[in-house]
């Protein structure tokens, strides 16, 4: 299997696309480290045959961070690959943004990435292989119109994966991104005044394939840029949305229904 | 005077304008005809050198400089009210105001990566809040100086170019936010800028780390159009995004880099 005897770590695990990403790296050979796991979901992975470790490091400092490469290594050994999978929404727009929404949002879904980073790309440079996969958002490019701190870290996030590849890179490491986009209930987190994007009842509309994207398949694409297939893929950005951002208002595709 | 774009009677604040860039897009509103706010915050002796050279091309009244930290919502806040006392309007800001820092990922500290996050996003989020309500009433515009870097990694600051990604986010988002009230939101990206200096940083470039291959930069320009960008070249692409004839150009970037970025 393709992560047999690797051992993957999954950043907040305790939400449905970390819980998908838990499952296909377990079934696929791998050894999970958690990010804030529940109980359950360490018992689901491992009912697939991985050693888990389940953590909850403090992210606000690199010593935090290099205290649970430290206890990763000790239990685990080294870890293979760092999937990134902080998305924490929070609605707002600018005009009635909070100081205290500025932080939080910048510090959940940016400045975890970027001590991560450093230290378990300097961990992984030790070995000379790694894989870094941020699971970030098609809102790295287009606006929501109700979460703008989100938006803007993802931005962030962006650019954090185009200096990781260029700077870990000479040590065997590559870092790629995905954006993810319409999967089931984002039009209810998304919805906006200003913008059609998640119009309520018609996100699947814009989908060509006309059903909303799932956990599970955001994972296998996370697992083809974890794995051996993706060494030559550094510094990407993918988008998995299934075509919704191409949508510009008309449904003509080819076998589509026509409304009576 | 130049009067390819009029901006007689338009009053603008430009973050960041003691020296550099910021000074550049002053000098090309002032020769519009506009009046500015003259925003600085560590050096406020350069800034007022930079006043006497504005006054020279636009009078005395043209211009004022107002030392503001604007990463501080308060002090963002106190020079917009400011503006506003001394000239009656505002018809628009442009965000310019942001630090460098150049180090390494690996040599980055905390400390700085908190600074330039809140100087180069916080800062712009800041003035953009405190400005809103002015523009508003003249259906003015905002204009953020982002950077290829946002766009293009850098190598020699991460942060910076993190920084310079949510920026682009920042711009796109308070573009349709703002378009209710007819406030547009736009961008403009150079690469290397020639400039007297930078604060802030420590020595730009002379880390032993940071390595051409050989005989990459002789062998070639970094420019196609053969020579660094100009602070007035973004100046003008400022006053360009400012005007009336822009009305319907909102959420977008120009790149004014001397065709870097396609090398």
């Not at chain 1, 080294?78 to 929404?89: C, E, G, K, P, S």
């Not at chain 1, 941020?134 to 109700?146: E, F, L, M, W």
């Not at chain 1, 989908?207 to 994972?219: C, D, L």
């Not at chain 2, 800001?93 to 390494?104: F, G, T």
Request: hydrophobic content about 40%.
């Amino acid at each position: 299997m393709r992560f047999d005897g690797k051992t993957v770590y999954v950043t907040q695990a305790d939400t449905e696309q970390g819980e998908a990403l838990a499952l296909r790296f377990a079934q696929e050979g791998a050894n999970l480290v958690l990010g804030d796991a529940s109980g359950d979901l360490v018992k689901k992975v491992e009912e697939k045959g991985a050693r888990v470790l389940n953590v909850h490091p403090d992210l606000s400092t690199f010593e935090g961070a290099q205290a649970l490469v430290d206890e990763v290594k000790a239990a685990l050994g080294r870890i293979d690959v760092l999937i990134y999978n902080n998305n924490t929404v929070v609605r707002t727009g600018l005009e009635n943004l909070s100081r205290d929404v500025f932080e939080s949002q910048l510090n959940d879904n940016a400045r975890t990435g970027f001590v991560l980073t450093r230290v378990v790309g300097d961990h992984m440079a030790e070995y000379h292989s790694g894989k870094i996969v941020y699971v970030s958002s098609i809102h790295a490019d287009k606006p929501t119109g109700s979460a703008v701190m989100y938006s803007i870290a993802k931005g962030c996030i962006n650019m954090l994966c185009k200096e990781t590849a260029i700077f870990y890179g000479p040590a065997g490491i590559q870092a790629n991104l995905i954006e993810v986009g319409a999967i089931k209930g984002d039009d209810e987190k998304f919805v906006s005044e200003f913008s059609p994007l998640y119009a309520m009842g018609y996100m699947e509309e814009r989908i060509p394939r006309r059903k909303a994207g799932t956990n599970e398949e955001i994972a296998g694409v996370a697992a083809f840029l974890a794995s051996e297939d993706a060494n030559f893929v550094n510094g990407a950005s993918l988008r998995a949305d299934g075509g919704f951002e191409l949508f510009y208002g008309f449904r003509a595709g080819k076998g589509e229904k026509v409304d009576e | 005077m130049n009067k390819a774009f009029d901006m007689t009677g338009k009053v603008f604040i430009v973050t960041g304008s003691g020296k550099g860039i910021g000074k550049g897009i002053v000098r090309c509103f002032v020769k519009s005809g506009a009046k500015c706010c003259i925003n600085c915050n560590s050096n406020a002796a350069m800034a007022q050198e930079a006043l006497k050279e504005i006054q020279a091309i636009g009078g005395p009244d043209c211009a004022f400089v107002y030392q503001a930290d604007v990463s501080d919502f308060e002090q963002a806040k106190a020079m917009v009210e400011a503006t506003y006392e001394r000239y009656g309007r505002i018809d628009g800001l442009v965000n310019n105001a942001a630090l460098q820092k150049q180090y390494p990922l690996d040599e980055y500290s905390l400390e700085d990566y908190d600074l330039l996050m809140h100087v180069n996003l916080g800062g712009y989020i800041n003035m953009m809040r405190a400005t809103l309500p002015y523009l508003k009433e003249t259906r003015g515009s905002i204009t953020c100086i982002s950077s290829v870097h946002g766009k293009r990694p850098t190598h020699f600051d991460p942060v910076y170019a993190m920084t310079k990604g949510g920026m682009h986010m920042l711009m796109r988002e308070a573009a349709i936010e703002f378009a209710k009230y007819g406030v547009r939101v736009n961008m403009v990206m150079p690469a290397g800028v020639k400039i007297e200096f930078k604060t802030g940083n420590p020595k730009p470039f002379t880390q032993p780390r940071f390595q051409a291959p050989r005989e990459y930069f002789t062998k070639y320009s970094l420019y196609p159009l053969g020579r660094l960008g100009l602070p007035d070249d973004d100046g003008w692409a400022c006053v360009y995004l400012a005007s009336d004839e822009a009305e319907h150009i909102t959420g977008t970037c120009l790149r004014a880099d001397g065709g870097c970025v396609l090398l």
